[in-house]
């Protein structure tokens, strides 16, 4: 009975399982980035974004006021405040004065300070110093703590990252240098290849099929080995680096992939519908933008998805063919890289300048993904 047409497979359950392993294993770590985005240096330290939802336990070095905020009472001199600014809500469990003994006293206790005095720290933050003599100095007393904040959620790594007045912080150029390349190496191959997949698809002439054994061909040619020879070609022209370079460059690359995947397609539509359009008298021209484009729309949007998201992720052709020493044609994955050599330990840049960059692609992916696979399966069926 398994065998026969209709009944289902033995093994979908695997399949099944397949397909929800694999959908984790994009969702979970593209969530992790979207909630370590939003959170602190700090939280993101010390707990993982699973937890951002739940106290978690932090080491902090905070400072007492200011000497000058000093008051006498009793013929001492007192300074008090709580550590923690406004609204925090943290509970201290242990606390120190050096560096070395974070943890050498418990909450309510009182520690003696080095240049003299007391002080004493409560759980909520609070404390109080004491001296005979009046305090000095510019600055407040160093205070370490071990305490346990509530989860806190922020829009300034955004702010830090989109509106930075600091080029090497801000990515709101690289955002639209990067649309800047994209769009135009996105939109010409489709139209050039569009044009291409016809004539190899539905008109005779010598040489058709050593073209397209010569598409095919082109496939599997490696981008790194046509880099610096497509460069010192555009050189010895004269576009030099620059928009225009990067995106003939791209257009290159991306043109094999196109004009396979869209004379797939096309060679798939019904040959009578094309021998019809021509007794009617329709142009070659006239059934191309008429009739061929209009249903050959699935196959041009999955490549044009694939051509988006390959572009806009895109490193190694924009540091080729763009010159991006001054900052002004510098894209996002660029700007990335920065990011990571010059702040490495900052995670919580990293994570927002990395969700800011995949958020078009993910916009673009799932308005479009409906085509994806009508596209994808172009030609493979009669």
Sequence with gaps: MSEIAGTRPALRWAVHASVLFLVVL????????????????????????????????????????????????????????????????????????????????????????????????????????????????????????????????????????????????????????????????????????AFAAYALAWMDFPGRALLIAAVVGLLVVPLQLALIPLLKFHLNIGI??????????????????????????????????????????????QIFTKLILPLSFPALASFAIFQFLWTWNDLLVAKVFLIDASGETTVMTNSIVELLGTRGGNWEILATAAFVSIAVPLVVFFAMQKYLVRGLLAGSVK
Aim: hydrophobic fraction near 40%; aromatic fraction near 10%.
């Design 26 to 193: 994009w969702v979970v770590p593209t969530l992790g980035l979207f909630i370590s985005s939003f959170r602190t240096a700090d939280q993101i330290a010390t707990s993982g974004w699973w937890r951002a939802i739940f106290p978690s336990e932090q080491n902090l070095t905070l400072r007492s006021a200011a000497p000058d905020t000093q008051v006498q009472e009793n013929g001492l001199y007192v300074i008090e405040g709580n550590l923690f600014d406004a609204g925090t809500t943290a509970r201290i469990s242990k606390w120190g004065i050096s560096s070395r003994e974070i943890d050498a006293f418990e909450p309510g206790q009182t520690a003696e300070l080095r240049k003299g005095g007391t002080v004493t720290v409560q759980a909520n933050g609070d404390y109080r110093m004491e001296n005979t003599e009046e305090f000095t100095g510019s600055r407040g007393t160093r205070v370490f703590v071990t305490a346990e904040l509530p989860p806190e959620f922020t829009l300034d790594n955004y702010h830090k990252v989109l509106l930075a007045e600091d080029s090497t912080d801000s990515m709101a150029k690289a955002f639209f240098n990067t649309l800047t390349v994209t769009i135009p190496a996105t939109i010409i191959p489709i139209l050039v290849a």
């Design 240 to 285: 030099g680096k620059g928009y225009l370079g990067v995106w003939l460059a791209h257009t290159g690359f991306g043109m094999p992939l196109a004009i396979y995947l869209l004379r797939n397609y096309m060679a798939g539509l019904p040959r009578d519908l094309i021998e019809n359009a021509r007794v009617d008298g329709a142009t070659e021209f």
